[in-house]
């Protein structure tokens, strides 16, 4: 079961539960769709767990994963992922997310979004999770292209393989889709040296399931911070605008983690995604 599709041209706000109270008074088309990790809302009560209801009953529901550590070393978690299929099948989620990273080990998880080395063999071990979890879920997978400030070397004897390529060969080898971060392309190519367009031009555009783009933090010359607490900058906004030139239209979700506007500054970022998503053409370049 999949549940409902997002339009193309779909606009939509992560569901926080500092914004819970907003985005319930929030008039009819202020936005389009939300997005929720699971891992915060599977089994919650109370005032929260029916404002979460009332929330995803009224839009549709992206999800988006954080503790799934497709690239990590220990076991996947099929008790779990049993629980999330039912949360997402319950929910009618158009879509499911997860990030291409590790974020645990043997000892449990480490809150945090870990790279993995660019080699053959992460392909392989990685691509083998994503499958196993796909079965599981009985649906594909959109993985994420993540921010990331060191590089894993990949292990003596094996082939190196640029950012670029491990992610093409991952979407291939495991037959999965895309959640393209506009604002992770721009943050790594700045501090990794690489050119942003090159990197967006590379990807296969049939399989971006959705887009996401936020905010980040320029801490020094050649050195973005991935943040989620910013307002989008203008790299992101014009390396959005060539994704749809690209790829044509896909649903785009604004991510804010903390450090909130005002709800009508938000809904006003928001607004700049939908300007982008009505001028960009019904027929990709890349088609």
């Known amino acids: 079961m999949t549940g409902t599709t997002l339009h193309p041209r779909a606009a939509g706000l992560g569901l926080r539960r500092a914004l819970l109270a907003e985005l319930r008074a929030a008039p009819p088309g202020s936005f389009d769709f939300l997005e929720a990790a699971p891992e915060n809302w599977i089994g919650v009560g109370g005032a929260p767990g029916e404002a979460f209801a009332e929330l995803a009953a009224r839009h549709p529901l992206a999800c988006h994963g954080l503790s799934l550590s497709l690239g990590g070393p220990a076991p996947l978690d099929d008790t779990f992922l049993h629980k999330l299929r039912r949360f997402l099948d319950a929910h009618r989620a158009p879509v499911y997310s997860e990030h291409l990273s590790a974020c645990g080990d043997s000892l449990g998880h480490l809150y945090d979004l870990l790279p993995l ?14 499958s ?4 599981i879920l009985g649906r594909r997978i959109a ?7 060191a590089s894993i070397p990949p292990a003596p004897g094996t082939r190196p393989l640029t950012e670029l390529q491990f992610v ?12 393209l971060d506009v604002n992770n392309i721009v943050v ?15 990807l296969p555009g049939a399989r971006i399931a959705y887009i996401h783009v936020a905010g980040h933090r320029d801490e020094a010359p050649g050195l973005k911070i991935d ?15 060539e994704a749809y030139a690209l790829f044509g239209p896909r649903p785009t979700l604004l991510e804010r983690d903390f450090d909130f506007p005002p709800f009508e500054e938000l809904l006003g970022e928001l607004e700049v995604v939908r300007d982008h998503l009505a001028e960009a053409p019904a027929r990709s370049r890349a088609a």
């Open 168 to 179: 093409n060969a991952v979407l291939e080898e495991a037959d999965c889709d895309l959640l």
């Open 227 to 241: 943040t989620h607490g910013a307002a989008v900058a203008d790299p992101v906004w014009a390396l959005l605008a």
């Open 132 to 135: 196993h979890a796909q079965d």
């Open 143 to 149: 993985v994420e292209n993540i921010s990331y400030y």
């Open 117 to 130: 080395p660019f080699s053959d063999e992460a392909v392989r071990h990685v691509s083998a999770r994503i």
């Open 188 to 202: 790594n190519a700045t501090n990794h040296g690489y050119d942003a367009q090159d990197f967006l031009q590379g």
